[in-house]
Antibody, heavy 120, light 106 residues
Framework: QIQLVQSGPELKKPGESVKISCKAS????????MHWVKQAPGKGLKWMGW????????TYADDFKGRFVFSLEASASTANLQISNLKNEDTATYFC?????????????WGQGTLVTVSS | IMLTQSPATLSVTPGESISLSCRAS??????LHWYQQKPNESPRVLIK???QSISGIPSRFSGSGSGTDFTLNINRVEPEDFSVYYC?????????FGSGTKLEIK
């Protein structure tokens, strides 16, 4: 069965960086895209972008260009999200999500979420 | 593409049948998907492509619509259905979600 397992919660100070991982299992990692979704406390879901797990090419939504980097460790079936120069408004739960089908952009599989708290 | 969900909150009694609305700012064909999110859990897909069922999802959940107007129906709400529902479009980039409808117990 397909599973996405994310790294644990993080507590960071403003200006620091954080790297979140999402390890996939149950399928060939390079078959399906990996997307990232942000959910601020008490708020809705916001799509951040996606990474082509076959080519490694990332695509970012406008609000996530600059400080956000999607990367892969394909040999470890892992996708990563790195956020630099953290701000208070980056406090959120970050989800990785996969369509589980080639070329589709809805999300059949989700990680459990990683809470990033930014506080001085 | 903006997705507007209504109502923001819906208070119902278990056993009632309900409809949740999602309206797109421009036509998205049937590229609209519905998710359920319970507190402190990841979202779960309920319906894909406006009306297609998902394996393992109870049959009381159904979807309809095309173009700009979409509906998620829950036939006879069960206690475990009280949560937040989101729609999401995959017609064009960037992918977008609606702001959600919270289904609460009356």
């Amino acid at each position: 069965q397909i599973q996405l397992v994310q790294s644990g919660p993080e507590l960071k100070k403003p200006g620091e960086s954080v790297k979140i991982s999402c390890k996939a299992s149950g399928y060939t990692f390079t078959d399906y895209a990996m997307h990232w979704v942000k959910q601020a406390p008490g708020k809705g879901l916001k799509w951040m972008g996606w990474i082509n797990t076959y080519t490694g090419k990332p695509t970012y939504a406008d609000d996530f260009k600059g400080r956000f980097v999607f990367s892969l460790e394909a040999s470890a079936s892992t996708a990563n999200l790195q956020i630099s120069n953290l701000k208070n408004e980056d406090t959120a739960t970050y989800f990785c999500a996969s369509p589980g089908q080639l070329g589709r952009h809805w999300f059949a599989y989700w990680g459990q979420g990683t809470l990033v708290t930014v506080s001085s | 593409i903006m997705l507007t969900q209504s109502p923001a909150t819906l208070s119902v009694t278990p056993g009632e049948s309900i409809s949740l609305s999602c309206r797109a700012s421009q036509s998205i064909s049937t590229n609209l998907h519905w998710y359920q999110q319970k507190p402190n859990e990841s979202p779960r897909v309920l319906i894909k492509y406006a009306s297609q069922s998902i394996s393992g999802i109870p049959s009381r959940f159904s979807g309809s619509g095309s173009g700009t107007d979409f509906t998620l129906n829950i036939n006879r709400v069960e206690p475990e259905d009280f949560s937040v529902y989101y729609c999401q479009q995959s017609n064009s980039w960037p992918l977008t979600f609606g702001s959600g409808t919270k289904l609460e117990i009356k």
